[in-house]
């Protein structure tokens, strides 16, 4: 029995098909995690929707900027981008079911046995693990209730820049996702710089990657995330920290982590054409 997890797959349903043989996994007796951005730029985005709903009993996952990019497209809270490669989705036969499963995930998962944390972007280096949970909880909420919708059509925005415990409706829980879903580098003082993609060099000054300034959170409590194909796995001598995406759907690899020893396993991109 082992846990292991996936890093941003992206629609990439050969080469997630290959990483999985290569670490033999086995539903009846492991489970799989993925780190969110299960779809959207790889022509597979169906299929491996399809796959994680299929094995949803094994496999855990959370919430992505494409994954939620998809429910506001679908739901009509945004139009498609030109990047988008959603129409196999939005056209499918279980294209709601699919949908309303997707909304019921989480954008943090605590294991506490295993003492891992995973998230698809990171957690706000100005909160413990009880506020990023009940953050997590307010936008899981939100997403699952009545007002999903609305919820949906608030979401998009890179204010507000700073987090704020008196931070109320629609602004507070647009900042959360963005947290979750988007946040790559943040400032000395906890603001997000969602605007600068890519490498961590060259960032304004005062701003790091969120993991290099997380003091809240105990020393021992272990993150794992994806969303930054850049760092390439890499988060330098920070403790307890595992970067999981490798930027398979730019033609790079697919990574996946074993929990129990530490171990990546890593395969080429393999999709066609």
């Not at 997890?5 to 050969?14: A, F, P």
């Not at 036969?93 to 295993?114: A, F, G, K, V």
């Not at 060259?202 to 993991?211: K, M, N, R, T, V």
């Not at 490798?246 to 990574?255: A, D, E, Q």
Request: overall charge negative; glycine content about 6%; charged content about 25%.
């Amino acid at each position: 029995m082992a846990t292991y997890v996936i890093g941003d797959i992206q629609g990439c349903y050969t080469t997630f098909m290959a990483l999985l043989e290569k670490i033999a996994f086995n539903p009846k007796n492991d489970t799989l995690w993925l780190a969110g951005d299960l779809i959207n730029r790889g022509k597979g985005s169906l299929e491996v929707l399809r796959f994680a709903y299929q094995m949803r009993e094994r496999v855990i996952t959370v919430m992505g900027n494409h994954d939620m990019h998809l429910l506001a497209v679908y739901y009509g809270a945004t139009a498609h981008k030109s990047y988008d490669t959603l129409d196999d989705i939005l056209q499918a036969s279980d294209c709601d079911e699919l949908c309303y499963w997707l909304r019921q995930q989480p954008l943090l998962h605590h294991d506490e046995r295993l003492n891992f944390v995973l998230t698809h972007a990171g957690i706000h280096p100005q909160w413990d693990i009880q506020t990023a949970e009940q953050c997590a909880h307010e936008v899981e909420a939100s997403l699952q209730g009545e007002m999903y919708k609305e919820f949906l059509h608030h979401m998009y925005g890179n204010q507000p820049e700073h987090w704020d415990t008196h931070l109320q409706g629609w602004e507070r829980l647009r900042f959360i996702t963005n947290v979750f879903t988007r946040m790559r580098l943040v400032s000395e003082t906890g603001r997000l710089d969602l605007r600068k993609k890519g490498s961590p060099e060259g960032a304004q000054e005062h701003y790091h990657p969120w993991f290099s300034i997380r003091p809240r959170l105990a020393s021992d409590v272990r993150i794992i995330f994806g969303h930054w194909a850049a760092l390439e796995c890499n988060t330098g001598d920070e403790p307890n920290v595992y970067a999981i995406d490798s930027g398979c759907v730019w033609g790079n690899k697919l990574t996946a982590f074993r929990l129990d020893d530490l171990k990546r396993f890593r395969v080429k991109n393999r999709e066609p054409g």
